[in-house]
């Protein structure tokens, strides 16, 4: 089956750098792939996400990109600010509209 | 709009009490409704998915059970609860032919 694989598991950068999660998935398959954030506490939020027709989405400050023949995507945030602070998660859907997903990835950002 | 409910958003109960995990949906129609467990620190593992009343799938053998007795409520249940049930629960819903799923606040269960 799927398999969703996340890096790194913490990232730490100074506010106002930019910051890059990588994921990779194995089922040629998937043609869906969300990045959600998640506050402490709180339930994910869908922030971005990308389907495999598209090689790159913006928005704002945020962007991701897919390249189908190696399977990996990447979130990417510019211009970092405290607020971006929390945990991401990517994942990606092979089969029945369910979404498998990534470890997650601890962000920090360092005033 | 449309929103999502967990009930209750904590809950501490001793090991081999049973448990009921409440999730509803508003302003939509035919939902599919999952049950995600987070453990601390760690990914989202999916428990449960129901496409209609009635219909449960199960990801993980374990001794959580989930119900849907009504098109937008999503419950679940244990017997008797251990010590490993401890997580964060987190429910989820989307569209039928959509790939997007929108999560509740979620229910802190501790087990004691």
């Known amino acids: 089956g799927e398999n969703v694989e996340q890096h790194p598991s913490t990232l730490s950068v100074q506010e106002g750098d930019s910051a890059v999660i990588k994921c990779t998935y194995s089922?040629?398959?998937?043609?869906?792939f969300p990045w959600y954030k998640q506050e402490l506490g709180k339930g994910p939020q869908l922030i971005i996400d990308?389907?495999?027709n598209v090689g790159e989405k913006k928005d704002q400050r945020i962007a991701v990109t897919l390249n189908k023949t190696a399977k990996h995507f990447s979130l990417h945030i510019t211009e970092t600010q405290p607020e971006d602070s929390a945990v991401y998660f990517c994942a990606a859907t092979p089969r029945n509209y369910q979404l498998i997903w990534g470890a997650g990835t601890k962000l920090i950002i360092k005033p | 709009s449309q929103t999502i409910h967990q009930w209750p958003a904590t809950l501490v109960q001793p090991v081999g009490s049973p448990l009921s995990l409440e999730c509803t949906v508003e302003?939509?129609?035919?939902?599919?409704l999952y049950w995600y467990r987070q453990a601390a620190g760690r990914g989202l593992q999916l428990l449960f998915y129901?496409?209609?009343?009635?219909?449960i799938s199960s990801e993980v053998p374990q001794n959580l059970s989930a119900s849907r007795p009504q098109d937008r409520q999503f419950i679940l249940s244990s017997k008797k609860l251990l010590l490993s049930d401890s997580g964060f629960y987190l429910c989820?819903?989307?569209?039928?032919?959509?790939?997007?799923?929108?999560f509740g606040p979620g229910t802190r269960l501790t087990v004691t």
């Open positions: 302003g939509t129609s035919n939902p599919n």
């Open positions: 129901s496409v209609g009343i009635g219909q």
């Open positions: 990308i389907r495999s």
């Open positions: 989820a819903w989307n569209e039928g032919l959509s790939y997007e799923q929108y």
């Open positions: 089922d040629s398959a998937s043609n869906y």
